[in-house]
């Protein structure tokens, strides 16, 4: 069936380090793709988002890569910070989706000092 | 200022009873969502009103009833509480209703729990 999913529910890292965090989906059909971040005990923030006609973009400190061969989406976060502890969500929607995202289960950042 | 609010915070509640959550945005936006976050961080959409009209109604039981009396509010009304209404309720908006590429903008969160 349709799924969004997440290869590891917790990473942990070295604070200064980077963070790569992944998300396999399987519906062909994917066209938008989004990564959440969740601190706790607020709602998921839209942390940085990429079309299916890209395979890579950049924001601050974060980067997104899409491999649409495998159906596969990574998160890097670079040099980790102890703000960046959350969980991060991936997310997709796909043409003629409206707004209906759908969202993976979730990775675990945690940051070491 | 808080972009989309939710309240309450927190609600415990027993079996049985009826309860509200309230949302608000002040985003200027046209649709607006409820999600359901289970214990276990799973996130799921429950239903989308865009001015005011039902769009989406994920296969919810009908205890749920969503309002939305004006584009910048949807509240959630639960009828007849169940122990598994338990969890976390996020609203959220977007600015236009069916784009793919939409971002979701959430409010921080109702921890329903029912005892």
């Known amino acids: 069936g349709e799924s969004v999913g997440l290869h590891l529910p917790t990473l942990s890292v070295q604070e200064g380090d980077n963070s790569i965090i992944n998300c396999a989906y399987s519906?062909?059909?994917?066209?938008?793709f989004i990564w959440y971040k969740q601190e706790s005990g607020k709602g998921p923030q839209f942390i940085i988002d990429?079309?299916?006609?890209?395979d890579k973009r950049q924001g601050q400190r974060v980067t997104v890569l899409l491999n649409k061969t495998v159906k596969h989406l990574s998160l890097q976060i670079a040099a980790t910070q102890p703000g960046d502890s959350a969980v991060y969500f991936c997310?997709?929607?796909?043409?003629?989706?409206?707004?209906?995202?759908?969202f993976g289960t979730g990775t675990q950042l945690k940051v070491e000092l | 200022d808080t972009a989309v609010s939710q309240t309450p915070k927190y609600l415990v509640t027993q079996m049985g009873n009826d309860k509200s959550i309230k949302c608000e945005q002040n985003?200027?936006?046209?649709?607006m969502y409820w999600y359901k976050q289970d214990s276990k961080k799973f996130l799921k959409i429950m239903f989308s009103?865009?001015?005011?009209?039902?769009?989406i109604n994920e296969t919810v039981p009908n205890r749920f009833s969503p309002k939305s009396p004006d584009k910048a509010h949807l509240n959630l009304h639960i009828n007849s509480l169940e122990l598994g209404d338990s969890a976390v309720y996020f609203c959220?908006?977007?600015?236009?209703?069916?784009?793919?590429?939409?971002?979701?903008?959430f409010g921080s969160g109702t921890q329903l729990s029912v005892l």
């Open positions: 997310a997709e929607n796909r043409v003629g989706g409206g707004n209906k995202l759908t």
């Open positions: 990429i079309r299916s006609n890209m």
């Open positions: 985003l200027g936006h046209d649709t």
């Open positions: 959220a908006s977007s600015q236009v209703q069916g784009a793919t590429n939409e971002k979701l903008f």
């Open positions: 519906n062909s059909a994917s066209d938008y």
């Open positions: 009103y865009n001015n005011k009209e039902l769009i």
